[in-house]
């Protein structure tokens, strides 16, 4: 098979796996753990010599493509693999094509971290090894950001576009939710933000999304 996607559902690799799945792409799904050794072994540091989960090998001519890091995995399948016609999570236009690009940066340097914190010291991590004071931390950090991309939503809406992008669900709102999903998932309470626990439910209760996480379960 042409496309082959590397890593697990319950890692970043939900990323490149819900872009594809939103696609309806025919793809090899490895599912290479994030522990135990198995990122590095030789086969895998050839795909990735950082020996990290995911990466994504696109065999499409004599030349493969490789791809790491998740945020580059899903933008690459809607810009290469998506049709951009208006329909689907592709970006169909310069305008929602920096939307895409703006906010998936933007959630790597001023969301990730801070909400990994979070779901790690909060449910994630065995309790002996939890540390509840740098979960206090990451919450209060993670206030601004949210505030952020609350106003952006309300503004959005305010414009008829219930997404980050367009007024359709695009890889923008995919690749941001999966990140704002940990919040949730931590239990922070998310109440001094309700357009974005609005629009956090509704990319989450994308068949899609669901069809990603399944392919967890064999």
């Not at 010599?49 to 004599?62: K, S, V």
């Not at 509840?132 to 209060?140: D, H, N, T």
């Not at 609350?150 to 995919?174: P, S």
């Not at 690749?175 to 001094?192: F, I, K, Q, T």
């Amino acid at each position: 098979m042409a496309l082959t996607l590397y890593g697990i559902p319950e890692s970043r690799a939900i990323r490149p796996l819900w872009a594809a799945c939103e696609l309806g792409l025919e793809f090899e799904h490895v599912p290479v753990p994030f522990e135990g050794g198995a990122t590095r072994s030789p086969e895998f540091l050839a795909i990735n010599p950082n020996g990290r989960i995911p990466a994504l090998l696109d065999a499409r001519d004599d030349r493969p493509v490789v791809v790491w890091e998740s945020m580059a995995c899903a933008l690459y399948l809607a810009r290469v693999h998506g049709v951009p016609d208006g329909a689907s999570i592709a970006p169909a236009s310069p305008r929602e094509e920096a939307g895409a690009l703006r906010w998936s940066f933007w959630t790597v340097n001023e969301l990730e971290r801070d909400a990994l914190t979070v779901l790690m010291h909060r449910v994630a991590m065995p309790e002996a090894r939890r540390r509840p004071v740098l979960a206090e931390q990451a919450g209060r950090r993670l206030a601004p950001p949210l505030t952020v991309l609350e106003a952006h939503l309300r503004a959005q809406q305010a414009r008829g576009e219930a997404h980050l992008a367009a007024a359709r669900f695009t890889v923008a709102d995919l690749c941001v939710a999966s990140v704002a999903n940990w919040v949730r998932a931590a239990g922070m309470p998310l109440a001094e933000w309700p357009a974005v626990v609005g629009w956090l439910d509704a990319c989450m209760d994308r068949p899609a999304y669901r069809a990603a996480r399944a392919l967890g379960r064999g």
